[in-house]
């Protein structure tokens, strides 16, 4: 964290771990789980019939999941992901995005680089979107129907905080 009003205070807690054991050098192995807090054998059963998190990739390479009107995608590296039957998204570069639907339609996106190391993100939807926000370019290319948003994102204190892109049309 490298936030100047962060506190330098360390703090120490008794913490819970839970992994599975995948056994010894497995390959192309792989595994997808759900946290339900507070639940019963009720709920589970409930989930099972009725699930609300649908698993979209779940690779080296991308993880995601939509849950309602919301995807949450992290990019290990560049690639695309599929949002829904009609929508996906290509990164140029690892960063993290937040995708708000509404009626099957993109409202916002948010991104953001946990590394903290970029100084722009590059996303491509493959729409032909109006966009606007403070630090974002928008290119929409109608003969191919995408848009390419450039996000500038913040640096030095403010390195790894979110940046909002609002779908306006």
């Given amino acids: 964290n490298r936030q100047t009003t962060t506190s330098k205070e360390e703090i120490k807690r008794d913490v819970f771990c839970l992994?599975?054991?995948h056994g010894i050098k497995p390959v192309n192995a792989g595994y997808e789980y759900i946290v339900m807090p507070a639940t019963n054998i009720g709920n589970i059963e409930n989930y099972i019939e009725n699930p609300s998190v649908q698993i979209l990739a779940n690779t080296p390479r991308i993880q995601a999941v939509k849950n309602n009107r919301m995807a949450y995608?992290?990019?290990y590296d560049a690639?695309?992901?599929r949002i829904s039957e009609d929508i996906t998204i290509q990164s140029d570069t690892p960063c993290m995005i937040l995708v708000h639907l509404k009626d099957q339609k993109i409202q916002s996106i948010t991104v953001s680089d946990p590394s903290r190391e970029l100084d722009t993100v590059k996303l491509t939807p493959n729409k032909t979107l109006h966009a606007s926000g403070e630090n974002?370019?928008?290119k929409p290319n109608e003969k191919n129907n995408t848009t390419t948003l450039s996000v500038k994102l913040p640096r030095e204190d403010f390195a790894g905080k979110s940046e909002i892109i609002r779908i306006t049309g």
Avoid: A, E
């Fill in 19 to 21: 992994w599975i054991d």
């Fill in 73 to 75: 995608c992290i990019f």
């Fill in 79 to 81: 690639g695309i992901i």
């Fill in 136 to 138: 974002v370019k928008v």
